[in-house]
């Protein structure tokens, strides 16, 4: 491949602009997907009080403030040396999974699932909530509303707050639960559960009984075959709150595992002049440029990437639909794109059951909250944000203010993997520089599967999912431009 | 009449907070029972629940446009965006959530949804908790429209 040093659209950072870059023949060489990178965070947060941090973070992010809220909560427990008691950890592990059910929820009925549900050849019309209501009913409509409504009530009840949680404290958290509180939330579960199990019958009947929908996820221009990463408990199985890192390879097996405060040992970002995002990958294998297989560091995370670097779910549904999804799709590790949907049910249906267990928990209602902190430190917290591995780190000086401050977010966590699966997309529809309408679709399918965040909170006009692909010819000159909603 | 005004943006994101500042200002100003003032730093679905029971909402956001003068303030009835997304994919558009939520035989919508957009060229991508001068002269202008859109539903004890 011809490395491009100076390029037009160096460093022009956009939502969802893709860069495709075509070799002699016209096919596709190489693929980039821009996204906005915010920056100067390091800056802005020194100085500050560290027991801030948990609310200044959770507004980082309009989508996952409860993953930001809680990896800056872990980071501070560390930092100031200090163990929260079992009942605090139980509560922030409850609250985390009714933000796992409302995030999941969104993210299949409304934003993945409309491709599947609906159908990828569908006009980009159809594909949206609306056209996967007109499928499968209005009333199912109503459950979605309402399952993902019960999601925030849960979160919003241990949290204080419905969208920025203010509960974290280094330590422990600041508010337990009474006793209505706990019936309220249990019969919320009890319904999320039913919900989360037909949702998976949902996708059992409309994708699975498709033959040509598990040709689409089993088809080679969405298969990757990099490492993958997630928290696992003792037992190897998937945790969404706490845990140690598991990075397994290509057929499953265990590669490394790590606690989180060695992560600088096991990880590096690599950087490329043509975006400020990063690109993680594993420092044993190294840094390989865009390419998958065992001899590149690149991995991923996400739903998909934690089944596949986990060994099952703790809870029995979950973990016998993780069975089947591993069976239905040729056993460890699944390196289909598209799985990570299928995934991200398994997890709902997981988050209901451990809520569940959860509430019934009798230390649930303990007012054994809060231990007292120790002297500020260095510390690190890790949790599964809904779309994957989120890492805060922070130097606190002797009067406990910020003195350095880096996150990794689960996006980044993804970019190397996100970009390659553009690029083959792209590939399987691009030939000889013949390219067809169907791109924007294809590609779109690629990235939307990692539910990526595009770190940004407001309005811009025009609206829609907005995406442009730029394709430029052997000679780096633009060729063509396809846009939807730009 | 109930009325919310909702502050949308990131007030740790400099410019893209205005909406917030706005609301602050406004907060200082108006006191009446049938005002409900609110910031959200969210957009979409959880927009749509935040608006939910009111038979007016205004919103005061940031709006990125291509042709807009920085700072320039518009009175912008929600009817007349095509499309609104909150700039993240991974949410539908208040317009979509507000489709969806008819269909569903949501009754509780809005009848006036009226947003007071502060233009700007460009969102900053940079932490900051300062506006940039020209927006942060917009402020006051929002502030004025955001009032006269209350108009007949205040009166002037309602102003402090």
Known sequence: MKTITIDPITRLEGHGKISIFLDGKGDVENAYL?????????????????????????????????????????????????????????LRELMYCGYFIYDHILHFYYLGGPDFVVGPDAPAAKRN??????????DIGKEVIKHRAYGQKITAILGGKATHPVCGLPGGVSKGLNKDEVKDIEKMTKSCIEFAKFSLKLFGDIVLANKGY????????????????GL?????????YDGKIR??????????????????????????????????????????????????????????????????????????????????????????????HWARLIELLYATERAMELIKDPEITSTKIRNPVGKPGEGIGVTEAARGTL?????????????????????????????????????????????????????????????PCFACATHTLPGGMPLEVNIYNS???????????? | MKTIILGVGNQILGDDGVGIHVVNALKEKIQSPDIT?????????NLLELLLGYDKAIIVDAVKTENGVNGEVKRIPLGNFSTMHSCNPHDVSLIEAIEMAKKMGEERIPKEIIVIGVLMKEIPCEFGEKLSSKIAAAVPKAVDMTLSELGKNLSKNNLT
Not at chain 1, 48 to 56: C, F, S, T
Not at chain 1, 232 to 240: L, R, S, T
């Open chain 1, 475 to 486: 000679e780096r000159k633009l060729y063509k431009t396809l846009r939807q909603n730009v």
């Open chain 1, 214 to 229: 598990v040709d689409l996820i089993l088809s080679d221009p969405y298969q990757l075959k990099t490492y993958n990463m």
């Open chain 2, 37 to 45: 003032i609110e910031e959200a730093v969210t957009g979409g679905m």
């Open chain 1, 34 to 90: 821009q996204i906005p990178e915010l920056r100067g965070f390091e800056r802005f947060a020194q100085g500050r009080r560290a027991e801030d941090m948990p609310q200044i973070t959770s507004r980082i992010c309009g989508v996952c403030p409860v993953a930001h809220h809680f990896a800056s909560t872990k980071a501070l427990d560390a930092a100031f040396n200090v163990d929260p008691p079992s009942a605090a950890k139980k």
């Open chain 1, 129 to 138: 909530v609306l056209g996967v209501i007109e499928k499968a009913g209005v």
């Open chain 1, 391 to 451: 890492i805060h780190h922070y130097k606190l000086d002797k009067n406990g203010l910020i003195d350095k401050a880096n996150l990794i977010v689960a996006t980044t966590n993804n970019s190397g993997a996100i970009n390659m699966s553009i690029r083959d997309a792209a590939k399987g529809i691009i030939k000889k520089g013949k390219v067809n309408d169907g791109l924007l679709n294809m590609v779109e399918m690629a990235f939307r599967a990692y539910d």
């Open chain 1, 247 to 340: 990075v397994t390879d290509q057929q499953g097996k265990e590669k490394v595992k790590f606690d989180v405060k060695d992560y600088t040992k096991h990880v590096a970002e690599h950087v490329e002049e043509w975006t400020y995002i990063k690109f993680p990958y594993l420092k044993s294998i190294g840094w390989n440029g865009m390419t998958d297989g065992k001899d590149s560091g690149i991995y991923r995370v996400g739903p998909l990437g934690r089944l596949n670097a986990a060994e099952g779910m703790a809870t029995p549904l979950a973990d016998k639909e993780y069975k089947k999804m591993f069976e239905t799709l040729g056993g460890k590790a699944v390196n289909s794109t598209l799985a990570f």
């Open chain 1, 232 to 240: 696992v408990d003792k037992n190897n199985k998937v945790n969404f």
